[in-house]
Every structure is written in structure tokens, then in C-alpha cells.
């Protein structure tokens, strides 16, 4: 069988994290059948799955998520009842915070005033398990990009992860779910339909606390009718916006608010497990908005819950959302402005099989136009950090560096600016200050990879034969070791898709 150098370069960067370093092979591998090399991972039984020993689920996790709140409720009320207690503050973000030492300057020298009051003594808070739950889902994350043979599948998961994102700056609910949201809502249906997806994501505690479900109150619910908090269109718009129509896909201000009327009712049980199992999906019928509802045209009468349901199953099959669905899909994977033959084919693809994710993934490999574009995109800054671990054949045993490397990047892990997700296109990589900093993180990196890797041979892992000669030139004539590195790290294989 012929070798396919640029067809690997394709496989494992387009639709992968790029080749792993050591003894793999990958870009060997990938030549030979660079198609079937992706497609092997589709046929994986449970491919996308991410179940290890220490994750735990969303209900067990939101237990004990609201133990850990009730703890440090208790204990600062107890700090105040005794004035020279101080809390001792164990937020994530003091979590990760390094202790500052403190400014010298000039001649100055530290002394001890004998008569100085003492600081009152620091009442410990309990060990923040909100922030311990974030970083093991973080790096069991990690690592499965970083070992995976390709990593298509594990690109479809951050794909759909960020079409239906959260934030888990949110704040502890949002943080605590994030990992068991991407692990229960997103990866069992990678391969699976997306109207699946939809009910499952919209469902979850994490998209509902994200989007402030939980405080939506039908103005003629029970609740509503007591006074309580009003009508919340927030979850409403972002589905139709953003997980499904798209904008432009038809649907009116009206249709917003009769699916948030549609939704209400739609939370998650608190600690005291009053409507359901504390931290599980739960629907508060007292909150839920009362008879009929009017839909893009179809009238959705009150079922409780499963006229949610229905109104999603709706929304999955609606032909705006195959258009929206097949663009988004394409302009990652292929190109910012993907041919239009490719679009056509992948919306038929969504609309025929009524949305089956593995076929419109099979679809997208199968056409000529997702090989035969070049590789202008720019990988993300999270598949960039995966891409260089990947190379370097480094298994992460905490996610501290990555965690430093995408903050710095401007893609914080689980953490987008706004419910649209990160965003995909070059326009926002692919800027001058965004290069620089590559530039100084691929220095970092270079500076502490062993002196037995050769820059040239690590191209090779890269790119094999599909290599630039401008690129063997650069690497070859840097002055240093550690230069060739980062010029290796900054070249068009390694930074292109």
C-alpha cells in the first residue's frame, strides 16, 4: 500500500492531538491508511467514555459539595461568635494562590517590635473539596488526551463540551460539575444522537445552575403566584442561540420565553433533598408555568416535565439546527470557511440519520474536502499544551502546568468567557500577542526537555516525510539545542491543523 506522508500529517493533527513521542510510531502508522487510522477510534466500544477509580457522580459530588458549604457556613459562624478567630479563607482561587514574600528594598532589614499585638489565631477552614474535585477531573481529562492513539474522539469531546459549555467560574456548583457534566452529558453521546445530547446536557445540574434555571418561577406557577422570583429566559435563549437553531434559525423573542415558560420547573435538588436526591436533576412541579405552550408553530401541551422533553426533540430536528450543527462542525475540523459541497453533505448527513453523531463524524472523514484543504487553523492553546505533552511523551501527574499554560494562553480549562463557548476561529489564536506567548511558553518547555531528544528527530515524530524543507533548514541552523526546540514547537506542523 502507498504511503500518505501528508494524509498522516492530516490525521493526526486536523483530527487529533498530533503524534505521541517515544516508540509509537504514529506517523508511520497513520501513513499507510491515514483514513482508517482515525476511523479505528470510532469503532472502539465505549470510545469516549472517562469512567476511573475517584470521579464520582454528579449526585454524589453535588452531596457532597453541599456538606462541604454547610462546614464552612458552621465554622465561620463559629469564628464570629469568638472575635480572635479569623476565617482562613479556602476558595479555589486562594487555593491555587502562592504565598507572596515580602518587599525588600534597598538596605531594609526585618525586626521584631516587642510590644506588636499578635495576630489573632486562624480558624482553619475544612479542605476545600470543591477545588481538590476540580483539578483530579481536570487531570484525569489530561491524560486521556495525552495517551490517546489519535485523540479524535477525545477532540469530538471538547468539541461538544464547548458547543455546550459551561463556566466554572460560575461558581463552587459550576466548578464541582464541570468534569461529571463533560463526563455524563457530553461523552456518552459523542457517538450517539445528538437529541440525546441535547436532553441530557439541558438536563444536567451543571447547565441549569450555569444558566440560572433553577430561579426561573412561572408568573402563574404556585410559586409565582406567592410572589416568587419571575420568569428566567436565560437557558431558553442560549438553546435555541447556541445549542440548536442558531442565530437566524427562525425562531422569535415569543418562541424564547414560551420555551422558558416550557422549562420551568427544570432544577436540581439542594442539600436538604426536599424535590429529590440532593445535587440530581429534579423538576419542581409548584414552579412550573401551567398549560399550553406555543412553540415555532406546534402547540406543546402540559405535561410536566415531558413537555420540556418534547419541545428539545423538536428543536433537534429542526432543519436550522442540521444548517447550524454541520457549519460549526466543519469550520472546526476543516477550515474557518469550509466549502460549501462539505456543508451540503454534512446537513443532508444530520438530516438523514436524524442527527447520529458517529455517521456525521464518518461523514466528514469519508470526504475528499476534509483532506485536501490545507492546514491553515490554528490550534487552540488547550491542543496546543495536549499537542506538546503528546510529543514530549509526558503523562501528567497534576494539571498545576497546564492549568498555568492555558490561563496565560487565554483558554482557561472549563472556563469560556460567556455561554458561546471559546472560540475556534484564527482571528482569535492566531494574533500577534497570542504568537508571543506561544513563543515564551514553547522557550519554557524547551528549556527543560532532556539534552538526549534531537530537535531533528522530534520532527520527524511531527511530520515524518511530510516535513517542509524551510522547516529542517530553520531547526537546523539554530544556534542552540534549545532554540531548534522551540522553533521545532513553533513550526506550521506542529502549530497547524
Partial sequence: MARDPQGALIALNRFGFGARGGASGDIVNAAS??????????ARPNAALLELPGLQSTTELGQAMFAYQLEVKM??????????????????????????????????????????????????????????????????????????????VERLVVFWSNHFCISASKGDPARMWAGSFEREAIRPYVL???????????????????????????????????????????????????????????????????????ITGWTFAGREGKIGTPGSFAFNANAHEPGPQQLLGKTYDDSGVAQGEAALADLARQPSTATFIARKFAQHFVADAPPPALLARLEGVFKKTDGDLKTLALALLDSNEAWQMPMTKLRTPYEYLISTGRLLARIPEDPGRYFAGLQTLGQPLWTPPGPNGFPDGNAAWAVPEGMKLRLDLAAQVSSRIPDSMDPREMLDVVAGEAASSETRQTIARAETRQQALTLLLMSPEFQRR
Fill in 33 to 42: 491508511d491515514p483514513r482508517g487510522f482515525v476511523k479505528a477510534e470510532l
Fill in 75 to 152: 465554622a465561620r459562624e463559629a469564628a464570629l461568635k469568638t472575635p480572635a478567630l479569623v476565617p482562613v479563607e479556602a476558595s479555589p482561587a486562594a487555593m491555587d494562590r502562592k504565598p507572596e514574600a515580602p518587599a525588600m528594598t534597598g538596605n531594609a532589614t526585618m525586626t521584631v517590635q516587642p510590644d506588636a499585638a499578635k495576630p489573632p489565631p486562624a480558624v482553619a477552614l475544612p479542605p476545600n473539596v470543591v477545588q481538590k474535585n476540580y483539578r483530579a477531573e481536570a487531570l484525569a481529562r489530561i491524560q486521556r488526551a495525552t495517551i490517546a492513539e489519535g485523540g479524535f
Fill in 192 to 262: 450517539g444522537k445528538f437529541a440525546d445530547m441535547l436532553k441530557a446536557v439541558e438536563q444536567h445540574p451543571a447547565m441549569l445552575f450555569f444558566l440560572d434555571n433553577q430561579q426561573s418561577i412561572g408568573p402563574n406557577s404556585k410559586a409565582g403566584e406567592k410572589g416568587k422570583r419571575g420568569l428566567n429566559e436565560n437557558l431558553a435563549r442560549e438553546i435555541m442561540e447556541l445549542h440548536t437553531l442558531g442565530v437566524g434559525g427562525g425562531y422569535t423573542q415569543q418562541d424564547v420565553t414560551s420555551l422558558a415558560r416550557i
